[in-house]
Nanobody, 124 residues
């Protein structure tokens, strides 16, 4: 069982930055591929970014490429999402998720464990 707890959300003006963190329980964090997803009201949850077990490979949704950076610290059991140049359309609840299979995937159902989410609101 893996427990994930996100933090770092909040209200920011357009053009600003936020850094989200996701702390994981357990001793096997380094064996999980980790992802960030987001869900705006009335919209399906969508992929944002992923990072492989050792951090050597990352992937981003086109909508955030060049603005967001995913990273991880396996010693701290934590994955991060640095969000720069935020836009109002980035407003959503952001979730981190663990893919215990380790396969690179953008699909929600490949992620077995999810955090409770953290709200990010970008004002224009």
């Amino acid at each position: 069982q893996v427990q994930l707890v996100e933090s770092g959300g909040g209200l920011v003006q357009a053009g600003g930055s936020l850094r989200l963190s996701c702390a994981a329980s357990g001793r096997t964090f380094s064996t999980y591929l980790m992802g960030w997803f987001r869900q705006a009201p009335g919209v399906e949850r969508e992929f944002v970014a992923l990072i492989t077990r050792g951090g050597g490979t990352t992937s981003y949704a086109d909508s955030v490429k060049g603005r967001f950076t995913i990273s991880r610290d396996n010693a701290k059991n934590t994955v991060y999402l640095q969000m720069n140049s935020l836009k109002p359309e980035d407003t959503a609840v952001y979730y981190c998720a663990a893919n215990t299979g380790g396969n690179i995937s953008w699909r929600l159902y490949d992620y077995a464990y999810w955090g409770q989410g953290t709200q990010v609101t970008v004002s224009s």
